[in-house]
Nanobody, 116 residues
């Protein structure tokens, strides 16, 4: 059974930082997989903000470029999203996503609130 378990969300003031983690089942944590983080703001659709491609590239959405960094640890099968200089518009639920061998997998989401 495949699991993606996110953690690290919370309440942070504007300008602050958070690091999200996603523990991924070993069976799909492959360098050939496409891994990424999606952001769903309240009342809006889920949007891809950062990913690691099978070629090792790390494209980012314009809204987070220069502030967010995606990475992975192959020893612990964990995907990370380092979020710096957070803005109120970064508020929402963040989902970990893995696409591998024709199937797509999602985590349960972790809530991030950026507010005074």
């Amino acid at each position: 059974q495949v699991h993606l378990v996110e953690s690290g969300g919370g309440l942070v003031q504007p300008g602050g930082s958070l690091t999200l983690s996603c523990k991924v089942s070993q069976s799909i944590f492959s360098r050939h997989a496409l891994m990424g983080w999606y952001h769903q703001a309240p009342g809006k659709e889920r949007v891809l903000v950062a990913s690691i491609t099978s070629g090792g590239g790390t494209p980012y959405a314009d809204s987070v470029k220069g502030r967010f960094t995606v990475s992975r640890d192959t020893l612990t099968n964990t995907l990370y999203l380092q979020m710096n200089r957070l803005k109120p518009e970064d508020t929402g639920t963040y989902y970990c996503h893995v696409q591998y061998q024709g199937s797509a997998y999602w985590g349960q989401g972790t809530q991030v609130t950026v507010s005074w």
